[in-house]
């Protein structure tokens, strides 16, 4: 093959991979809280590079929901960044994003146990490994972090979905949680980038 045959192939490869399948990567929390929104994803053939997390800041005696929602920053050329479903509490803060324009490629929750009669929170803090093995983290105030949860070796993560309760009507019961899990989807990378073979750290 001549070389401008030999690229054109290499860039009909690489859209085919940048528009395959997507792979959930679930948190397995198993939250009672709440229900799904919708899967959000970055354009087709771009990544997510950060997040933003909506949070409430402790309340004290006052009911708190903490974690509230979860925001991905994409690398397409417009800067589209998605969001599922959101709680009603709290701010937009904390916009981390990779160094060199590596990709995320895993997370982990720090969710809060169950309180039973006092007052819950679910999902206190969201961190994300970035392609390279830098960590992004939100850590919040309550619970502990759960376990690491990769995309396959030569993805990266490239959508969203969020668990959220919505506001709670009735008089006799005012304990609201807001967010309790996330879900995100991992889309196969063109290898031609450094951070094509991430492994999970040893
Ligand atoms: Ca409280
Ligand atoms: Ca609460």
Same mark, same amino acid.
């Given at each position: 093959?001549? !070389?401008?045959v030999?690229?054109? $192939? &290499?860039?009909l490869?690489?859209?085919?991979?940048?528009?395959g399948?997507?792979?959930?990567? *679930?948190? #397995?929390?198993n939250s009672?809280?709440? !229900?799904?929104?919708?899967?959000q994803?970055?354009?087709d053939?771009?990544?997510?590079?950060?997040?933003m &997390?909506k949070?409430?800041?402790p309340?004290?005696?006052?009911d708190?929901t903490a974690? #509230?929602?979860?925001?991905?920053?994409?690398?397409? #050329?417009?800067?589209?960044?998605?969001?599922?479903?959101v709680?009603?509490?709290?701010?937009? &803060?904390?916009?981390?994003?990779?160094g060199n324009?590596?990709?995320?490629?895993?997370?982990?929750?720090? $969710? *809060?146990e169950?309180?039973v009669?006092?007052d819950?929170?679910?999902?206190?803090? $969201? !961190?994300?490994?970035?392609?390279?093995?830098?960590?992004?983290?939100?850590?919040? /105030?309550?619970?502990?972090?759960r376990?690491?949860?990769y995309?396959?070796?030569?993805?990266?993560?490239?959508g969203?979905?969020?668990?959220? *309760?919505?506001?709670k &009507?009735?008089?006799? #019961?005012t304990?609201?949680?807001?967010?309790s899990?996330?879900?995100?989807?991992c889309?196969?990378?063109?290898?031609?980038? !450094?951070d094509?073979? /991430?492994?999970?750290?040893?």
């Amino acid at each position: 093959m001549n !070389s401008l045959v030999e690229l054109a $192939v &290499i860039l009909l490869t690489i859209g085919t991979l940048t528009t395959g399948e997507r792979t959930a990567l *679930e948190s #397995n929390v198993n939250s009672m809280f709440g !229900s799904w929104g919708d899967e959000q994803h970055c354009p087709d053939g771009s990544f997510a590079i950060g997040f933003m &997390i909506k949070q409430e800041g402790p309340q004290g005696r006052g009911d708190d929901t903490a974690t #509230n929602g979860v925001r991905l920053l994409c690398d397409d #050329n417009d800067h589209t960044s998605v969001t599922s479903k959101v709680g009603d509490w709290g701010n937009w &803060i904390a916009a981390e994003t990779c160094g060199n324009g590596r990709r995320l490629w895993g997370f982990k929750l720090k $969710v *809060e146990e169950n309180q039973v009669f006092r007052d819950d929170t679910a999902v206190n803090g $969201v !961190s994300f490994i970035c392609g390279g093995g830098e960590i992004l983290e939100y850590p919040g /105030n309550w619970g502990h972090w759960r376990d690491w949860h990769y995309c396959p070796v030569g993805h990266g993560i490239c959508g969203i979905k969020t668990k959220v *309760e919505g506001k709670k &009507i009735m008089i006799f #019961n005012t304990d609201n949680v807001a967010m309790s899990d996330m879900t995100v989807y991992c889309c196969p990378m063109a290898c031609l980038r !450094s951070d094509c073979g /991430n492994q999970p750290p040893a």
